[in-house]
């Protein structure tokens, strides 16, 4: 006997309709016939309750059933593997949440100290806005230091620097404009502007060279006590600035 014909039965020695036995099983009386009629069968929670409520061990429920049964053990080991993925995924968005919850404190708490750090030199220093959007320190006559306007990338970034932390100085003397361009610590470059030709000379230094004056005051063809007093000025303000 099928299982559709033993649900049939147990209805019909108890003197019950589908009625009935839907609203004992909380089910509606669709559900009960489509079960006697082979269309669909009951979940295992539903075949627990009819073997508790009519005392019908499931042994004898599922006998002669061994396809439905089957089904119903692919259904649970499904439904295990399902809950394990989704521990699984919930494990991840967890460790992620908490990820995302680290680096937002890292986040601003460096927006603070970096952002703080750079506001409080432009305003020790006198630094203003100038017409190209940074800003420019007056040093002497004809030399000026300059800084880009510095803000933290936004959050989604994903960055806890500034992109480029560069201070730049320029100056002149009397056939030349000289621009040096630090992006380190006594690490910088310079370029030289021929102001009658207009032409421009890029130059490099290697390590050895930041600090040996009389080489860079040939190279950039600048007087060396000026150029030094530069170099120390530029340094120190660079330490300020990002260091």
């Not at 290697?206 to 530069?230: A, T």
């Amino acid at each position: 006997m099928n299982l559709d014909e033993k649900i049939k039965k147990i209805r019909k020695d108890n003197k019950m309709s589908q009625d009935d036995i839907a609203e004992i099983l909380n089910v509606t009386r669709q559900t009960i016939s489509n079960w006697e009629n082979g269309k669909n069968y009951p979940d295992i929670e539903t075949l627990i309750k009819i073997s508790d409520k009519f005392n019908i061990s499931l042994d004898i429920l599922l006998k002669e059933n061994m396809n439905m049964v089957k089904e119903m053990d692919k259904n649970v080991k499904d439904t295990k593997k399902y809950k394990t993925i989704l521990k699984v995924i919930m494990s991840i968005l967890i460790f992620l949440i908490v990820i995302f919850i680290i680096y937002n404190f890292m986040y601003f708490n460096s927006k603070d100290r970096l952002e703080s750090k750079f506001n409080e030199t432009i305003e020790k220093y006198n630094f203003s806005i100038n017409r190209d959007g940074y800003y420019s320190m007056i040093y002497s006559d004809n030399i000026i230091f300059s800084v880009p306007n510095q803000k933290m990338p936004k959050l989604l970034e994903f960055n806890l620097d500034f992109y480029a932390k560069h201070l730049y100085c320029d100056t002149d003397n009397e056939i030349n404009h000289i621009k040096i361009i630090w992006s380190e610590y006594n690490n910088f470059s310079a370029s030289i502007t021929n102001q009658e030709t207009k032409k421009t000379i890029y130059i490099d230094f290697s390590k050895d060279d930041f600090n040996n004056y009389e080489k860079l005051s040939d190279e950039l063809k600048y007087d060396k006590n000026l150029l030094k007093e530069i170099i120390i000025k530029g340094n120190n303000l660079y330490k300020e600035f990002y260091k």
